[in-house]
C-alpha cells in the first residue's frame, strides 16, 4: 500500500500533493550499551535527560518520555495524520505501541543493571478514537506487581483535553542480560 499507484484508472493528481515526514535516528546500540551499564531506572533518566539518544521506535513514534520514578513513567507521544488509518483516524497500533511501552518501563524502571524484560501479553481496551487534534498524548505506566521472573504493569492514554483513550494491562517477563 505504500507504493505509487501508476496503473491505476484514477489518477494520483486527484490525490493531491503528497505529505511526507521524516523520521531520524541514532545508533540503537549507543542506547543497548548505555543501558547495559545502568540500572533500568538510571537508564531511563538517562534517556529522559538526553544523555543516551532516543531508541529508534520513540523517534518513529514521536514519543519522549517526560517522568520517570520507581514503578511509574510517564510518555509524551504527538500524534498527526501520518498514522491514520484507513477511516481518518490514528490507527490502534500506534496507540497500542504507546501502552506496550510505557508498561514496559515502567517494569524497567524498577530493575537493577544487567537485566532485561520482554512482554508475554499486552490487553488493551481501546475507549475513543484518536484524531491529528487529539494530542499531544499522555501515557502513563505503573507496575502492578514486580517480579523476578515476572512482573504486571497497567497503562493508561489520554488525550490533550485528558479523556482517556485508552488502557492496557501487560505481563511482562524479567531474565537477566546475557553478558
Not at 499507484?5 to 546500540?29: I, L, M, N
Not at 538517562?46 to 513514534?61: E, K, N, Q, S, T
Not at 510517564?74 to 504507546?98: K, M, Q, W
Amino acid at each position: 500500500m505504500t507504493r505509487e499507484q501508476t496503473d491505476s484508472p484514477t489518477s494520483t493528481a486527484a490525490w493531491g500533493e503528497p505529505r511526507s515526514r521524516t523520521v531520524t535516528w541514532h545508533d540503537p546500540f549507543i542506547v543497548a550499551a548505555g543501558a547495559l551499564e545502568r540500572s533500568g531506572l538510571e537508564t531511563l533518566e538517562a534517556l529522559r535527560d538526553g544523555v543516551l539518544p532516543p531508541p529508534p521506535m520513540a523517534r518513529l513514534f514521536a514519543m519522549d518520555v517526560v517522568a520517570v520514578s520507581e514503578g511509574r513513567v510517564e510518555f509524551r507521544c504527538e500524534v498527526d495524520e501520518s498514522a491514520y488509518n484507513p477511516i481518518g483516524a490514528v490507527h490502534g497500533g500506534l496507540v497500542c505501541t504507546l501502552l506496550d511501552t510505557v508498561a514496559g518501563c515502567a517494569v524497567h524502571s524498577t530493575l537493577p543493571r544487567g537485566t532485561g524484560y520482554t512482554s508475554i501479553e499486552l490487553k488493551v481496551n481501546y475507549l475513543r478514537p484518536v484524531q491529528a487534534g487529539s494530542g499531544p498524548l499522555t501515557a502513563i505506566g505503573t507496575v502492578v506487581k514486580p517480579g523476578r521472573r515476572v512482573a504486571f504493569a497497567e497503562g493508561e492514554v489520554r488525550d490533550a483535553g485528558g479523556a482517556t483513550v485508552a488502557t492496557a494491562s501487560s505481563s511482562l517477563l524479567v531474565f537477566p542480560i546475557p553478558g
